[in-house]
């Protein structure tokens, strides 16, 4: 069973930037899309980003060009740069790795998630 582990959540006010990473326990080269949702306080989980193995990368339209999702397959882990952070930008993020099984079904794999807080 493939882990995946968030970290580098945190408090940080608005204006401000971070970057949260996931980890994976396996190589992710074989992964086709890993990406990323949130889940703000009370409300359902929502789209972030994704990128496919060949680099490709999708985002959620609230972003506005303001983070970038890119993956060190040398390091098995994705990484989430987010800029000019908004206080609407709080909740749990979330990252997931999915594969084709021998089954040729798709498989998605999901982290524990890891908090961000943006202050006002």
């Known amino acids: 069973q493939v882990q995946l582990v968030e970290s580098g959540g945190g408090l940080v006010q608005a204006g401000g930037s971070l970057i949260v990473s996931c980890v994976a326990s396996?190589?992710?080269?074989?992964?086709?899309?890993m990406g990323w949702y949130r889940q703000p306080p009370g409300k359902q989980r929502e789209f972030v980003a994704a990128i496919r193995s060949g680099g490709a990368a999708t985002y959620g339209t609230f972003m506005r060009g303001r983070f970038a999702v890119s993956r060190d397959n040398a390091k098995n882990t994705m990484y989430l740069q987010m800029n000019s952070l908004e206080p609407g930008d709080t909740g749990d993020y979330y990252c997931?790795?999915?594969?084709?099984?021998?089954?040729?079904?798709?498989?998605?794999?999901w982290g524990q998630g890891t908090q961000v807080t943006v202050s006002s």
């Open positions: 997931h790795a999915d594969e084709i099984l021998r089954t040729g079904r798709p498989y998605r794999h």
């Open positions: 396996e190589s992710i080269s074989s992964f086709v899309e």
